[in-house]
């Protein structure tokens, strides 16, 4: 009988219930290195060994496994490896309905740090899975650690930003935060994910706010203690010399492994760059250099290259082209390449349309929404680039009076510099100038470094012709924010959910949710009304609109408007109602009547 | 087992009640007085079984205090008089109170709608179409002197916008008032527009070019000598905010279709002064970087009039747009997403609506939304179901393993979609990030 064995691992706990021991312990070490390399096929496993969970008898082979549900060919032959292996290592006779004693553990690396955990698991009493311990110098141990350091601070502010936390934690961490590894698209950065499916980390707000969560920052405490022990062990091993606890000067020094220079882990803000020390380098969005299709796109950058420009081709996420002002880094001695100089980003960004383009992204949406991504990109300077390509004008899906109507508006009610040229040399020649004459304006000033992040978007004292704004933001914190459909909050969906309601407009989501900013606290509001009719009238007394004086000098007025009463009824029905939609016949048609009575 | 037991404790209390009342009932008689108190009783009836329950344990003390034959009963019956009729006047004027209450309700509601009607009417008058009666078009009259400009003023007579022929700022020059006094409360007479046109003819465009080149090269100085440009920087100078756009045009209009409008531009350049493309590059990113003014070259005034039309239907638009674009969402609130569904009387819509509400979360496709809908037709019946479950895991995971069909191939829902719904849906902190 299987379960008669003693049962060691925290693992085998399980095992009793499945009469197949040995399959369900390989598969479950394969889901966990597929999820330790963050590979899709965890879940496959994980399917697997749920299926098998439910099987009740004992399997002889691993063909016989097909039959279960989501064991396919490949699961079936990795276990019929591992079974022959098994039959050579223990001989043909040897049980597969049982496990053979002391049988090493499932070979994860940081089994070490499992002693000092299970006793604390063993007091918090009933938790049947094995809580997740990040390993030491790793990305989540020096994420969950730079987290809880933060919150000790008095006054602090109690959540990190991204950047902040990186620069923080990075000295805790062996891998870098920025830069993945060979051969890796991942960074340490990486393991933030798991954390916060973990319900250790909480995320919240966009730009994205970081806090230890208060389960988890218990778990970082222990985490700590965790380090102290895991640092006795391994200074055995002479692998850390240097007490972790108080490593800002040690991190470097404990590990083999190349560190981020000081430069990139200090915060940011507010540092300097003084005349000189910096050189205007033009970027251009890879996209732009890309693609077969487009021949002229390569032209661009030929074009460029003719002229001398310095430029460079990285992504952006948003816009085409946009200058940096980049520090002038000596080499260091001793070191094959310089250190990474700061970048920040002058305010000028250009958004380039073909006419086609322009045409075809007025037609599929585009064409509004990269307004106002350029619009909220940080920049204070959108440029749009209009190459008219001759008469390819002419037939265009769209009518040339669009066409023109589109340009004119995106200057006069979006606010942007439209810039007209005929065609790829000319748009070349005009980045060539602007570099230049962008260079000669910054020549003498010193910019300062701001974070929008810790500081928003303040309006800029400086903002008179000719002197352009000399505190910018840094390239990084430029193009993470301006990553599309990067993290939704739940605010935002409910804003988006609450706009799928016919004649409900963005303005209108907005009013409401000033009052109700998540569907949860809407319920509750339903549920506290007294009457039907209240509910029906709830959101109709909510009023939108400001009043709103000379920002723009033309606007002088705006004032409330009302939520209508049939959208309030509308948002009831879909919310609140637990109604088949068959039956909302009569409860539509009642509202409709108050609708017009009203 | 509940409702029969509650069943007793009403019994009991109804039959409690009913005696009391009567004892009441008969002491009132005595005095003469029945008709009000008859009310009274009435009154109390029907507010009692609430409070009835809870009375039980008082019961005893009560019957006593009935029970007892008082000689006080005279006196307090005078005194019940005096009190009764105190009563009535007091619930005279609570009925009076009332009544006014309700008027001043019906004022409100009155002075409510009046008010959303106003809010209502005040939103119509930033449309688009409403603007555009406000605008009023200005024209210099020194523009009138170049020979395309009837088409212009014809132009603007044939649509019937307002347009006024009066000497500006800067000559030459387009501007747009806007008349604001049916807008807000304060009627302070119309207010400019930002933008401004300036329409120049070759030579004078020609005769900025050789000024802005010499003050690049004397290394910024703005040379003191007059030029076509000098009144534009002053009117710059004067309000910062101003927008200027120049338009430049050859009075005599090129019948050469409009490939190339710049081509006789930089021809005439090139030929007369010795400019190249570079040089003529060079003076108008200087008029972009230091005096954000932008420069188009156009073949004919049948095209500046198209270019003035343009702005004219552009600037009608901006106050409507900066209403709807200055809320405060991270996401652009225009696009077809965005349109949102209708929903008939008989409710159909209700369901596609849902659906799309699902859609609304980051990677979630129609099919997988359907598929939700379809096993959870409405929001509050899913929320239902996440109530009836116990733990969290299985809250979160309540969607995932849905069977998905969409083109032939059958798919799961996700453990990821199936718990940003469920946090999505229940979550307290609105400022939660799903992904």
């Not at chain 1, 108080?246 to 083999?256: P, Q």
């Not at chain 2, 270019?307 to 077809?336: Q, W, Y």
């Not at chain 2, 979160?396 to 799961?412: C, I, M, N, Y």
Request: hydrophobic share 35%; charged share 25%.
């Amino acid at each position: 009988m299987p379960a008669s064995e003693p049962v060691r691992l925290g693992r085998k706990r399980a095992l009793p219930t499945c009469p197949n021991p040995l399959f369900l312990r390989w598969l479950t070490e394969l889901r966990d290195q597929a999820r330790e390399k963050g590979l899709k096929t965890q879940h496959v496993y994980q399917k697997a060994i749920s299926s098998l969970n439910k099987y009740p008898l004992p399997l002889k082979n691993a063909r016989e496994a097909k039959i279960l549900q989501n064991f396919g060919d490949g699961i079936c032959k990795i276990l019929d490896e591992k079974l022959q292996r098994y039959y050579r290592e223990n001989g043909p006779e040897a049980p597969i309905h049982s496990l053979p004693e002391g049988a090493p553990p499932a070979g994860r690396p940081d089994n070490n740090s499992l002693a000092p955990t299970r006793k604390v698991r063993g007091e918090a009493g009933k938790r049947k899975k094995r809580e997740y311990v990040p390993q030491k110098r790793s990305g989540g141990y020096a994420v969950l650690l730079a987290l809880y350091r933060q919150a000790q601070i008095p006054g602090s502010k109690g959540y990190m930003f991204k950047l902040e936390l990186q620069a923080e934690a990075q000295h805790l961490c062996d891998k870098s935060f920025t830069v993945p590894e060979l051969g890796s698209k991942y960074t340490a950065w990486s393991s933030v994910s798991t954390l916060i499916q973990k319900n250790l980390v909480l995320k919240t707000h966009n730009p994205a706010r970081y806090t230890g969560h208060t389960h988890g920052n218990t778990h970082t405490a222990k985490s700590q203690n965790l380090t102290k022990s895991i640092c006795l062990i391994s200074s055995k091993n002479r692998l850390v010399s240097v007490a972790p606890l108080r490593t800002d000067a040690g991190g470097t020094s404990c590990s083999g492994k190349p560190q981020a220079p000081p430069a990139a882990s200090r915060r940011p803000n507010g540092e300097r760059l003084l005349p000189g020390n910096y050189e205007i380098i033009l970027c251009v969005d890879f996209i732009e250099t890309t693609g077969g299709s487009h021949h002229c796109k390569q032209e661009l950058v030929k074009e460029l290259q003719r002229n001398r420009v310095t430029f460079d081709i990285r992504k952006l996420n948003v816009g085409d082209f946009l200058w940096v002002a980049r520090e002038k880094v000596a080499p260091v001695p001793g070191q094959l390449r310089p250190p990474p100089g700061r970048e920040l980003v002058l305010d000028y960004i250009i958004e380039r349309k073909r006419m086609d383009d322009l045409c075809g992204s007025i037609i599929d949406g585009r064409f509004r929404e990269q307004k106002f991504r350029l619009k909220r990109c940080g920049l204070r300077r959108p440029i749009y680039l209009v190459e008219e390509c001759g008469t390819a004008a002419s037939h265009l899906s769209l009518p040339e009076t669009t066409l023109q109507q589109a340009i004119i508006n995106t200057q006069v009610v979006d606010g942007f510099f439209v810039k007209r040229v005929q065609d790829v040399k000319e748009s070349a020649a005009y980045l060539t100038v602007m570099t230049r004459y962008l260079s000669k304006l910054y020549q003498n000033r010193t910019l300062i470094c701001r974070s929008r992040e810790l500081e928003g978007d303040g309006e800029s004292d400086e903002e008179e012709r000719g002197n352009p704004s000399c505190t910018l933001i840094s390239f990084t914190e430029f193009n993470q924010g301006a990553i599309k459909n990067k993290c939704q909050t739940v605010r935002e969906v409910f804003a988006r959910q609450l706009m799928q309601i016919s004649g409900l407009s963005g303005d209108r989501a907005a009013a409401i949710l000033e009052h109700y900013s998540t569907p949860r606290s809407l319920l509750t509001a339903y549920e506290q009304c007294a009457s039907e009719a209240e509910k029906e009238k709830l959101l109709s007394s909510i009023r939108y609109g400001k009043l709103k004086r000379s920002v723009v000098q033309c606007l002088i007025f705006i004032s409330f408007y009302f939520i209508l009463h049939y959208i309030s009824v509308y948002l009831y029905i879909i919310f609140f109602l637990a109604l088949q939609i068959k039956t909302l016949k009569n409860t539509t048609d009642s509202c409709f009547t108050s609708v017009k009575n009203n | 087992m509940s409702v029969l037991q509650r069943a007793k404790t009403w019994e009991i209390s109804d039959s409690e009640d009913e005696g009391d009342a009567q004892t009441k009932g008969e002491e009132s008689r005595q005095t003469g007085l029945s008709a009000d108190c008859g009310s009274s009783r009435g009154s109390q009836d029907t507010c009692t079984p609430h409070a009835v329950s809870q009375s039980n344990s008082l019961s005893p003390p009560r019957e006593l205090k009935s029970g007892t034959p008082s000689p006080a009963r005279k006196r307090r019956t005078k005194e019940e008089v005096e009190a009764e009729r105190v009563k009535a006047k007091e619930r005279k004027e609570a009925r009076e109170r009332e009544r006014r209450a309700k008027a001043q309700e019906k004022e409100e509601r009155r002075q409510e709608q009046q008010r959303r009607r106003e809010a209502a009417e005040r939103l119509k008058s930033l449309r688009p179409e409403n603007c555009l009666k406000r605008l009023t078009v200005c024209v210099d009259p020194a523009l009138l002197q170049h020979s395309g400009s009837d088409i212009l003023l014809d132009t603007l007579v044939a649509s019937e916008w307002k347009f006024s022929i009066e000497s500006q700022q800067l000559s030459h020059s387009i501007t747009w008032t806007r008349d604001v006094s049916q807008q807000g409360e304060e009627s302070k007479g119309p207010v400019e527009e930002e933008q401004i046109i300036l329409v120049l003819g070759l030579t004078d465009f020609m005769d900025m070019v050789i000024w802005v080149k010499k003050m690049l090269e004397s290394d910024g100085e703005e040379s003191p000598v007059e030029s076509v440009l000098s009144p534009l920087l002053e009117c710059l100078n004067r309000d910062a905010k101003k927008v200027v756009t120049v338009l430049v045009t050859d009075s005599q209009p090129h019948y050469r279709a409009n490939s190339c409008r710049e081509y006789t531009v930089h021809q005439t350049l090139q030929s007369q002064l010795g400019i190249d493309n570079l040089e003529l590059e060079e003076v108008l990113v200087y008029l972009q970087l230091y005096k954000n003014v932008s420069v188009v070259f156009l073949d004919g005034w049948q095209n500046v009039t198209d270019h003035v039309c343009a702005v004219t239907k552009a600037l009608s638009k901006r106050p409507f747009k900066i209403l709807t674009e200055r809320t405060e969402l991270p996401f652009c609130v225009d696009g077809s997403w965005a349109s949102g569904v209708r929903v008939e009387r008989d409710g159909s819509g209700l369901s596609q609506v849902w659906s799309r509400q699902i859609q609304q979360l980051n990677r979630v496709s129609p099919a997988v939304a359907s598929t939700i809908t379809a096993a959870y037709p409405s929001p509050q019946i899913l929320l239902q179901a996440y109530q009836s479950m116990e733990s969290e895991e299985d809250r979160k995971g309540l969607l995932a393993g849905l069977l998905v069909k969409s083109g032939g191939k059958e798919r799961r829902i996700g453990p990821d979609i199936s718990a940003r719904v469920y946090r999505c849906l229940t979550a307290h902190n609105s400022q939660l990030v799903l992904d």
